[in-house]
């Protein structure tokens, strides 16, 4: 199941933890570059932008389980300006999700960790919790839920906080449609953050990102993707927004 869900899913954008004897399944690395256009976002999220983003992959799923993972590059040649006309400057994101199986069952130790920094913003989330194996004729995927720890700083608030900060969920889905047409769905949120964590963003004590989007795929190698994005006092986006996505990458 783990080798067609993750393998298509890680384009939403150390085997050490196995024994010396651990059997490799599939490996894969990516590069993507993409294009996001803010929707309703735009309006209200006033400090939002469209921008170009470069993403690199990579997944490794093997007898113990799987892990998977990306570092994303946003507006990587600091050519966006705000919507203020301001350099908007460019932002690292690196996101890693590990799902350790327990035995022959469908549910595992699972871990996720988010880092995003840029000039004003930096911030680090960890989830620790189990996750669940679904499948469902064709749906395949994965759904966490545990706690998190962060930390971060934001300098137009001139604070930082650093602790436990409520707990955090994942739902990770696919279909493939046909041989070539790929659906996929991810959703993400935190809930009962803490109040350091919310003062220092201007966060809610829920927040979330959902993503829906389709895959077409030339061959192996090569596919184009359209993704929906909606957040919601999330990153950048303190007010609820959709923006739209496209993508295009290459497998190897």
Not at 149 to 175: D, V, W
Not at 182 to 207: C, I, L, P
Request: net charge negative; aromatic share 16%.
């Amino acid at each position: 199941m783990k080798l067609s869900t993750i393998a298509a899913l890680v384009m939403l954008g150390s085997a050490s933890i196995g024994s010396a004897n651990a059997e490799v399944l599939f490996q894969q690395n990516n590069i993507i570059v993409g294009y996001e256009y803010l929707l309703d976002a735009e309006d209200k999220n006033p400090n939002l932008y469209d921008q170009a983003h470069l993403i690199l992959g990579h997944t490794t799923i093997a007898d113990w389980g799987s892990m998977t993972g990306w570092l994303r590059f946003e507006n990587p040649l600091d050519s966006a300006e705000n919507q203020q006309g301001v350099d908007a400057g460019a932002t690292t994101k690196a996101w890693l999700k590990l799902d350790y199986n327990l035995g022959d069952s469908p549910f595992n130790i699972w871990g996720q960790s988010f880092t995003c920094a840029n000039k004003p913003w930096m911030e680090q989330n960890f989830y620790l919790g189990g996750s669940y194996d679904v499948s469902l004729g064709k749906l395949k995927g994965t759904i966490g839920l545990g706690m998190q720890y962060a930390y971060g700083s934001f300098s137009p608030t001139g604070k930082s906080f650093n602790g436990a900060s409520g707990g955090a969920t994942t739902i990770m889905l696919g279909y493939p449609l046909t041989s070539e047409w790929f659906a996929k769905a991810y959703y993400e949120a935190q809930f009962d953050r803490s109040d350091e964590h919310r003062e220092v963003f201007g966060f809610d004590s829920y927040g979330h990102q959902a993503i829906i989007g389709i895959d077409y795929r030339f061959n192996s190698q090569f596919f184009v993707s359209t993704l929906y994005k909606h957040r919601k006092s999330w990153g950048g986006a303190l007010n609820g927004g959709g923006e739209l996505l496209f993508e295009a990458g290459y497998n190897f």
